[in-house]
Nanobody
Framework: VQLQASGGGLVQAGGSLRLSCASS????????MSWYRQAPEKQRELVAE???????TYADSVRGRFTISRDNARNTIFLQMYNLRPEDTAVYYC??????????????WGQGTLVTVSS
């Protein structure tokens, strides 16, 4: 599985960005997909997740401002970000969780895309 994230950039506080992550080489429709982010000198954290069945989870810090979605026909997930804040500044990574059995799964990561929010 290869993941290619894009859409990051520099935006002012209160602005919007849309991230995309295209998947290839796997069984996208059956994978749980998620966005993580890592700010400088901080641990990587979950931002949002969408399962193969469409169940969605958000971090408390982004709920109501970010929307995750998936397009199985295009093997792509999106993260629409509104009302961005300086604390949203981070490298954003997409992840695919490929479950191979009830007890085993593999994680695949994209290369990351930088989001910088200026105050």
């Amino acid at each position: 599985v290869q993941l290619q994230a894009s859409g990051g950039g520099l935006v002012q506080a209160g602005g919007s960005l849309r991230l995309s992550c295209a998947s290839s080489g796997g069984t996208f429709s059956r994978d749980a997909m998620s966005w993580y982010r890592q700010a400088p000198e901080k641990q990587r954290e979950l931002v949002a997740e969408i399962t193969s069945g469409g169940m969605i989870t958000y971090a408390d810090s982004v709920r109501g401002r970010f929307t995750i979605s998936r397009d199985n026909a295009r093997n792509t997930i999106f993260l629409q970000m509104y009302n961005l804040r300086p604390e949203d500044t981070a490298v954003y990574y997409c992840k695919a969780e490929k479950r191979v059995s009830p007890d085993m799964s593999y994680d695949y990561w994209g290369q990351g895309t930088l989001v910088t929010v200026s105050s």
